[in-house]
């Protein structure tokens, strides 16, 4: 009886499993609509029945693909696309289940990847320059669209989600909620090479370079290797892995107050009014410790300010605005705690109980925790105050000197363990959800808009960005064109040369040209002081096209602005050697050059005066006597205008590798 249960079982187990594939199964990428590489041996892939057949017929050659779905329930087949062309249907048959694809197009298909910049739809919260007429005159049938929704993973997953459940034809119906940067990249190469587009946009507001890379190649980067492996290794069941990262954090949390100075025996002696801080430091509040004192810390900090409580408050509650505070913050009143928070985006209102308010001294205790980039307390002045209840009108404001000192180094500690079911900034995060289950779709290439959020960490950008391009690469198996563009003029602009995280980040990207077959849009012209999201994208779509179209398809065009080659020392000046293809050199409006600094031994920067001389730039300042270093648009917002003949802005560049504001930074 035993042994015929055992069969049961296993029968019944048996059928469970190959049930679970019994019907024919595709990843969301394939559906009508498709746009399928031209020319090329295209994947198509899904799941079924372990051990039976799967058939694939293109109707544009009428051959049968034949694939034999193996014992995990997966198969793959290669089709052999002609020249661009359709439309046309792909039938797939499995036993006794068939899907035909209608309106196949075959054509030039790319990903398109980054932040929200490439997210930034025409309409929507995006709006760009004449969205509405663009959005109106949007009829191209033989232009695809494809959004994969937003989603993070520990692990790589087969698949995902998409807008509408299919590709979409672009028309007024269909681009408004589309990414700005892609469609007019796509309608570009569309108009100048008259085959059908497919655009897979891919992208995801204020996301960091390493959530779009993947385990394997962040491994090979010590700063990164801790925290990809904890995240690979928690439980993929939510509650397990929900109690599993309690745990973690109970224990870190611990462990950090046991070396936290404010804390004897459990008890925040910090935050008592008569704890002597007179060796701590002072900063101003609010505003990022980064900025503060502490350019190059994550962890603890503690802060206090000591208050003056009126008679009329007395037995009163107060009402305690701290603004926001990145990422998590303990509060204390007097010694006792009165609320904390987790989230660099909550607001901090906390109510002071009547108990605690007496006229005379009170002190205020913030311990603040930071786990990456920036930390602090960041909120907006007017939301820095304490007050009686309902009562803002009779507000103490909080804005000014206050005392800190750090307590916690996190480097000291190791990772901070999190969830990180739905946060996007963790390394892999992304490329496990959003680019792995598109892996083997054939593309031409991938563009990308990305690096605001990693700023602050440029040098690192020099490493990352290229392992990251390498690792696509990779996985997809072939060397693919990577395009991407460099960040705008941002924030506002600067009377004197001084040194720039965005600068840096643009010098890294401008590195990363060393890359093989890639191409970079500068549009360094065209940014806005008080918009980190430019609202003309029609350029950066133009401009990511002119990169494709000359190297990719081989027109002959001019894709890029000057490029700095090398320079040459000529007694009181220096004399810069340019890339500048079949163009020349031009001033983008008014007759003077703008945005050169040169500076001599000491390192410090002037103004310059610059003229063309052919197709050199000659650079001078009657302040430097003995120059030894040009930059040129060295700043978040410069006033820039070197061109080329087509008004194609130069990168900005420099010429020396003296150390910048993000080396250590990590």
Known sequence: MKTLAKSIILLSFLFVFSQTFAQLQLPAIFSDNMVLQQQSDAPIWGKANPGSTVKIVPSWNGKEYVATVDANGKWIAKLQ???????????????????????????????????????????????????????????????????????????????????????????????????????????????????????????????????????????????????????????????????????????????????????????????????????????????????????????????????????????????????????????????????????????????????????????????????????????????????????????????????????????????????????PNVPTALFNAMIAPLIPYRIKGAIWYQGESNADRAYQYRTLFPLMINDWRTKWGYDFSFYFVQLANFMAVNNEPEESTWAELREAQLQTLNLQNTGMATIIDIGEANDIHPKNKQDVGKRLALQAREYTYKQNITSSGPMYHYYRLEENKIRLFFKLGNSKLKVNGGNNLKGFSIAGPDKKFYWADAVIDGEQIVVSSPKVTFPVAVRYAWANNPACNLSNTEGLPASPFRTDNWTGLTEKNQ
């Open 81 to 423: 696309t002609p020249s661009a062309g359709g439309p046309f249907k792909v039938t797939i048959t499995n036993n006794k289940t068939t899907k035909t694809f209608q309106n196949v197009m075959i054509g030039e298909v790319w990903i398109c990847s980054g932040q929200s910049n490439m997210e930034m739809p025409l309409a929507g919260w995006g709006k760009v320059k004449d969205y509405e007429k663009e959005i109106a005159e949007a009829v191209y049938p033989n232009i695809r669209l494809i959004q994969v929704q937003k989603a993070t993973s520990s692990y790589p997953l087969d698949d995902v989600k998409v807008n509408g459940d299919s590709w979409q034809e672009c028309s007024p119906a269909t681009i408004a909620l589309f990414s700005a940067t892609a469609y007019f990249f796509g309608r570009d190469l569309h108009k100048n090479l008259n085959v059908p587009i497919g655009l897979i946009n891919t992208s995801w507001g204020g996301t960091i370079a390493e959530a779009w890379t993947s385990k394997e190649s962040l491994m090979t980067m010590p700063y990164f290797k801790n925290a990809v492996e904890a995240y690979s290794a928690l439980p993929r069941d939510v509650e397990v892995r929900k109690a599993s990262v309690l745990k973690k954090q109970e224990e870190w949390n611990n462990n950090a107050i046991a070396k936290d100075f404010g804390f004897e025996k459990n008890i925040p002696v910090a935050a008592n009014l008569n704890y002597n801080d007179t060796d701590w430091t002072t900063a101003k509040l609010p505003g990022a410790w980064e900025t503060n004192g502490l350019p190059d810390f994550d962890g603890v900090v503690w802060y206090r300010k000591v208050i003056d409580i009126p008679q009329q408050w007395s037995n009163k509650e107060l009402t305690l605005s701290l603004g926001t505070i990145d990422d998590s913050d303990i509060t204390y009143f007097n010694g006792v705690e009165i609320g904390r928070t987790d989230g660099y985006n909550v607001p901090r209102n906390y109510t002071v109980p009547k108990q605690l308010v007496k006229k005379g001294k009170a002190v205020i205790a913030i311990r603040v925790f930071d786990t990456a980039s920036t930390g602090g307390v960041q909120g907006e002045p007017d939301n820095f105050y304490i007050a009686p209840k309902n009562n803002k009108v009779a507000m103490i404001k909080l804005g000014g000197d206050w005392k800190y000192k750090s307590s916690v180094n996190i480097k000291e500690m190791g990772t901070f363990p999190r969830l990180d079911n739905e946060n």
